[in-house]
């Protein structure tokens, strides 16, 4: 059974830099069969795509130099790191993986809350 875990703080400051880890079980990182990504929504809005690692690159069409990721494979985990934040970056963020048979996410964490506020 594959399962992905967020942690981080829930409480971020402005101007700040928020980082969340995801931890993985049940599946290995290093595996080229999967990818990995970061996803978040904002209180009454969608899902918002931010960043994805996959094969040793990063791919972040949203929020552009403020998100950066690694992939930590000693612990089977990976993290999220975006700089700046501004209250327009409150939300839930999940962790969930990309399962390149079918390009989609088969598995997601239950997501962690992030409040920006001063």
């Known amino acids: 059974q594959v399962e992905l875990q967020e942690s981080g703080p829930g409480l971020v400051k402005p101007s700040q830099t928020l980082s969340l880890t995801c931890t993985v079980s049940?599946?290995?990182?290093?595996?080229?069969?999967?990818?990995w990504t970061w996803i978040r929504q904002a209180p009454e809005k969608g899902l918002e795509w931010i960043i994805t690692?996959?094969?040793?690159?990063t791919y972040t069409p949203t929020l552009r130099s403020r998100a950066s990721m690694t992939m930590d494979t000693s612990k089977n985990a990976f993290h999220l790191t975006l700089d700046s934040v501004t209250p327009e970056d409150t939300g839930v963020y999940y962790c969930?993986?990309?399962?390149?048979?079918?390009?989609?996410?088969?598995?997601w964490g239950k997501g962690t809350p992030v409040t920006v506020s001063s």
């Open positions: 969930a993986r990309v399962n390149t048979a079918f390009d989609g996410m088969d598995y």
């Open positions: 049940g599946a290995s990182i290093a595996t080229y069969a999967y990818y």
């Open positions: 690692y996959s094969a040793g690159t």
